[in-house]
């Protein structure tokens, strides 16, 4: 049977007992301990045995008094920002007593002297002789934030580690984010993601024999998006009060990422998922599903978007987007998906006109090219759209599309849209203006139009074009769908006045 850890890290006990106070104050990440991947261990190279770098004593009795001078700052703040929360009279002010200069530096010194050996990720070392109560110490560096797994494993027979994970703030508080401490040789790991900055393993031997030893090292994955960790509900990212339009990825096939939105008007709330075709990436490779308040449901990768009603004012609705472990869906580290979610988009007054002194080519002249041309203009297009949530609220920089083509290949017949955009003010509105330019004309019609009193026989040469609106943010919403794919367009290139009689 396993003996007690009475040599267990003393700053490390300390982090456990503190934990749910970083969680609360959201100030420096915390590594769970979790069973080991293969995987992991596997992708980590080789590496040549080092020296057991042996940290003094003293470290460790500021390492314990520096952890717990964080406990009270962080249980303090806690403590406030739940008083904040629960709208209750303010909380008395604590006073924490900070660590003087003096022995920020002292401890600075001592973190960087006793662990000075710095090691490189991904990489696997091999250490041996270790013996009862010996702590070694290593450093190693992220230049960003990444998701990373560091390991303790293949201890020999008779040996018992215990692996801490430190981050240094460079102002003498080496923060614990996290220990594993299994029984006997069993491997030890901690997983989750971290800000840029130095890092500490701290490996405590609990037990030993002669010959003693173990590999160790960390694994760093950089693939990540910019809302991470939110790799479970209760670390949902907190999306702000508009209809959000985010990229993500998967960093691996296990990754979930959980979002939430706050519908602080009692607004109606959109969400959709599309994919990032640039990276790769295909609908089908993505699950996404919502909380209907007591499971996950299933949004179906055939539906463009969903509203969902009301959930009430400062009613929460709650997302998470996953990969498809389907074998005809492979995951792909660099496949990106599109989020859509926050207040569903309301369509106000869309509109795409010509000129207001163009001379229309009626309905009945309209028996050449591909048929009746519902916009008409010579030189420029003008375009509109203002786009609100369901209580009326402006949503401001969303982006409203008018798809345009301009000149249909009479021979093929195929569209190639144009893509014209601008972003919504402040009052939920967004415009602009196309240019068309001049044009020969593909086809060519003659009409009668009666204006102040005469007879006007014209003949007027033309293109033939299409356009659709479409947002940017939320896929489904605007003019031209499934049922009518777009509105038709007559580039007007030269007309001419055949005769005129008064009528």
């Known amino acids: 049977m396993k003996s007690k850890k009475n040599l267990m890290l003393g700053a490390a006990m300390a982090a456990s007992?503190?934990?749910?106070?970083?969680?609360?104050?959201?100030?420096?990440?915390?590594?769970?301990?979790?069973?080991?991947?293969?995987?992991?261990?596997?992708?980590?190279?080789?590496?040549?045995?080092?020296?057991?770098?042996?940290?003094?004593?003293?470290?460790?009795?500021?390492?314990?008094?520096?952890?717990?001078?964080?406990?009270?700052?962080?249980?303090?703040?806690?403590?406030?920002?739940?008083?904040?929360?629960?709208?209750?009279?303010?909380?008395?002010?604590?006073?924490?007593?900070?660590?003087?200069?003096?022995?920020?530096?002292?401890?600075?010194?001592?973190?960087?002297?006793?662990?000075?050996?710095?090691?490189?990720?991904?990489?696997?070392?091999?250490?041996?002789g270790v013996q009862t109560g010996d702590l070694l110490c290593y450093h190693f560096n992220l230049p960003k934030k990444a998701r990373i797994n560091a390991l303790l494993v293949s201890q020999t027979a008779g040996t018992d580690m215990s692996l801490t994970l430190f981050q240094d703030d460079g102002q003498g508080n080496p923060l614990p984010l996290g220990t594993s401490n299994n029984p006997g040789t069993a491997d030890e790991s901690l997983g989750g993601v971290v800000p840029a900055g130095d890092y500490y393993w701290f490996m405590e031997a609990n037990a030993a024999v002669q010959g003693s030893g173990f590999q160790f090292g960390v694994a760093v994955d950089t693939n990540l998006?910019?809302?991470?960790?939110?790799?479970?509900?209760?670390?949902?990212?907190?999306?702000?009060?508009?209809?959000?339009?985010?990229?993500?990825?998967?960093?691996?096939?296990?990754?979930?990422?959980?979002?939430?939105?706050?519908?602080?008007?009692?607004?109606?709330?959109?969400?959709?998922?599309?994919?990032?075709?640039?990276?790769?990436?295909?609908?089908?490779?993505?699950?996404?599903?919502?909380?209907?308040?007591?499971?996950?449901?299933?949004?179906?990768?055939?539906v463009l978007s969903t509203s969902i009603p009301s959930p009430g004012v400062g009613g929460v609705v709650k997302v998470r987007v996953r990969p498809n472990q389907h074998p005809n869906e492979p995951w792909s580290a660099t496949g990106k998906y599109n989020l859509s979610l926050g207040s569903s988009p309301r369509v106000n007054s869309p509109d795409v006109k010509g000129e207001a002194n163009v001379l229309r080519i009626p309905f009945s002249a309209s028996n050449v090219g591909y048929g009746y041309m519902t916009t008409q203009a010579y030189r420029d297009l003008t375009w509109t759209m203002g786009l609100s949530d369901s209580t009326g609220a402006p949503l401001v920089g969303l982006h409203p599309i008018v798809y345009l083509d301009q000149h249909i290949n009479p021979d093929t017949g195929n569209i190639v849209y144009k893509a014209y955009s601008a972003a919504t003010d402040s009052s939920g509105q967004a415009s602009g203006t196309i240019n068309v330019g001049t044009c020969s004309g593909d086809f060519q019609t003659t009409f009668v139009d009666y204006a102040q009193g005469y007879k006007n026989t014209w003949r007027?040469?033309?293109?033939?074009?299409?356009?659709?609106?479409?947002?940017?943010?939320?896929?489904?919403?605007?003019?031209?769908?499934?049922?009518?794919?777009?509105?038709?367009?007559?580039?007007l290139c030269k007309q001419t006045l055949l005769s005129s009689t008064k009528s």
């Open 17 to 128: 007992c503190f934990v749910s106070a970083f969680a609360l104050a959201e100030q420096y990440p915390h590594l769970a301990a979790q069973a080991l991947q293969p995987s992991v261990k596997q992708a980590l190279k080789s590496s040549a045995k080092i020296a057991a770098n042996k940290a003094p004593t003293a470290l460790k009795q500021q390492l314990r008094a520096g952890a717990q001078s964080k406990k009270a700052v962080f249980a303090a703040k806690a403590k406030a920002d739940s008083v904040v929360e629960d709208n209750t009279a303010p909380a008395p002010v604590t006073q924490v007593q900070k660590a003087t200069a003096k022995q920020a530096a002292a401890v600075q010194a001592a973190l960087v002297q006793g662990c000075e050996t710095t090691l490189d990720v991904n990489a696997l070392y091999t250490i041996t």
């Open 460 to 491: 007027s040469d033309f293109n033939y074009g299409v356009w659709r609106m479409e947002v940017l943010e939320y896929p489904g919403i605007g003019v031209g769908g499934d049922n009518v794919e777009y509105v038709s367009f007559g580039h």
């Open 225 to 302: 998006d910019a809302f991470e960790p939110n790799d479970t509900p209760d670390t949902a990212f907190k999306l702000p009060d508009t209809l959000n339009y985010i990229s993500g990825n998967a960093d691996s096939l296990d990754d979930v990422d959980y979002f939430d939105f706050t519908a602080v008007r009692g607004q109606s709330v959109g969400i959709a998922l599309t994919a990032d075709a640039a990276s790769g990436s295909a609908r089908g490779k993505w699950i996404l599903e919502r909380f209907d308040g007591a499971q996950w449901v299933t949004v179906g990768a055939n």
